[in-house]
């Protein structure tokens, strides 16, 4: 099989030989290098790497924000490195969710409205984009939030809603970019257990970079960055 092409069945995320460079003023930054990683539906990867090895990089490359410069990210099997600008806003819009350590919650809106604005922007009819946020939120524990603000929500409820935001469109990947940082250890821990248990009930697959090494061990399997490649850890 040519290890350039993803594998059957189709992992809902597949990363192969993917280079990415940054132009210095003499020569380049090599970040990835030939990474490979294949994340499969229903997978939790941890993605474990000290500041400065190319996390940010990677994750930005698997979700499309960046394009690479060498190899190819395939979503669900289809390849996107040639995709032209629109083709690729519209797969991030309706095969992938992200998280980030800030909650980039819309403060004029409600924790319900949060969530159903990125389902009416796909094309959802509102009723059905309201009861689905609904839903979300109640299985967060947030059903008596439903009309709460940001402002009127703790740290970890309102990461909780944007948990939520990011799965509301049933995305193929979920990425997350050290989504409990912000939260004290037993919050961190509490918000991760809802993610996780989100994950399994919904099969989506999840790339989580984390510098918390005990909520890493409670992921199915941890990877990090080494000399531009992407290593499995023990």
């Known amino acids: ?12 995320l597949f990363l192969a030989r993917v280079e990415r460079r940054y ?12 990474a490979d990683l294949a994340i499969w539906p229903g997978e939790i990867v941890a993605l474990v790497a000290p500041s400065g090895t190319g996390k940010s990089t ?4 698997a979700g499309l924000l960046e394009r690479p410069d060498g ?17 690729r ?7 992938m969710g992200f998280v980030y350590q800030a909650h ?13 604005l990125p389902q009416l922007i796909r094309g959802l009819p509102a009723a059905e984009a309201r009861s689905r946020a609904a839903e979300l939120l109640a299985f967060l524990g947030l059903k008596e939030r439903l009309s709460h603000r940001p402002s009127e929500l703790s740290g970890g409820e309102q990461q909780r809603v ?15 970019d050290e989504p409990t940082g912000n939260l004290d250890p037993q919050t961190a821990g509490h918000v991760f257990g809802i993610l996780v248990s989100l994950v399994r009930a919904s099969g989506v697959a999840a790339l989580i970079a984390t510098h918390n090494l005990e909520l890493a061990a409670r992921m199915d399997r941890r990877v990090t960055i080494r000399d531009g490649l992407i290593v499995q850890l023990a």
């Not at 190899?71 to 032209?84: K, L």
């Not at 806003?89 to 095969?95: A, G």
């Not at 819309?106 to 319900?112: I, R």
């Open 58 to 61: 990677l994750l930005h490359v």
């Open 89 to 95: 806003t519209r797969m991030r819009r309706e095969e």
């Open 162 to 176: 944007a948990i939520a935001r990011a799965v509301a469109n049933g995305p193929r990947l979920l990425l997350a």
């Open 71 to 87: 190899g190819e990210v395939y979503i669900g099997g289809q390849p996107s490195a040639r995709m032209d600008d629109a083709a």
């Open 104 to 116: 980039h919650l819309l403060p004029e809106f409600s924790a319900l409205e949060n969530v159903v």
């Open 1 to 12: 099989m040519d290890a350039s092409q993803p594998p059957q069945p189709v992992p809902a």
């Open 23 to 34: 132009p210095q003023a003499q020569g380049s930054l090599d970040i990835l290098r030939g």
